[in-house]
């Protein structure tokens, strides 16, 4: 049984195969995988080249950009610190316009306020005036009392 155990080596066949075809094709396939690493790692090198030269520029605007936004915000804090120290004169500035507004609105209400008390006067006076002539019947009084009372209206 032990010898019925041992394999026995495959009988060899009558022709010998050739190895220059598979040996041929297995070097094509190897110089074509080859070939292809080459062109995989030179369209990687190419496309990295490429998207480098993208970022540098991208780079160097991004820092232009944030150059120019650390100046104005530098500038913006200057002058944040420039009106903070101003604002009382700024306040000041308000005040007094709201002031002249205020005085040239009293102005006129005094100016209507006048006017109206001078054309209430000039009724009144007209009437008395009128009522004076009548009961007196002399003139010197009537220009007298007319200049004085014009006077004191026009102040």
Request: hydrophobic share 30%.
């Amino acid at each position: 049984m032990t010898k019925d155990n041992i394999e026995k080596p495959l009988p060899k066949h009558g022709r010998r195969k050739s190895t220059g075809t598979i040996n041929l094709l297995i070097e094509t396939r190897r110089q074509a995988s080859d070939d292809y690493m080459r062109a995989q790692r030179a369209e990687k090198a190419y496309r990295t080249r490429k998207n480098a030269t993208i970022a540098r520029t991208t780079l160097r605007e991004t820092k232009t950009h944030f150059s120019q936004g650390f100046e104005h915000l530098g500038k913006g804090f200057k002058g944040l610190f420039a009106v903070a120290r101003a604002a009382p004169y700024l306040a000041g500035e308000q005040r007094e316009i709201w002031r002249r507004k205020v005085d040239a609105k009293k102005r006129m209400r005094a100016e209507e306020m006048r006017s109206k008390l001078e054309k209430k006067l000039a009724t009144e006076y007209t009437g008395v005036e009128g009522d004076e002539e009548e009961a007196e019947g002399t003139e010197g009084e009537k220009s007298e009392t007319g200049g004085s009372l014009e006077k004191r209206v026009k102040k």
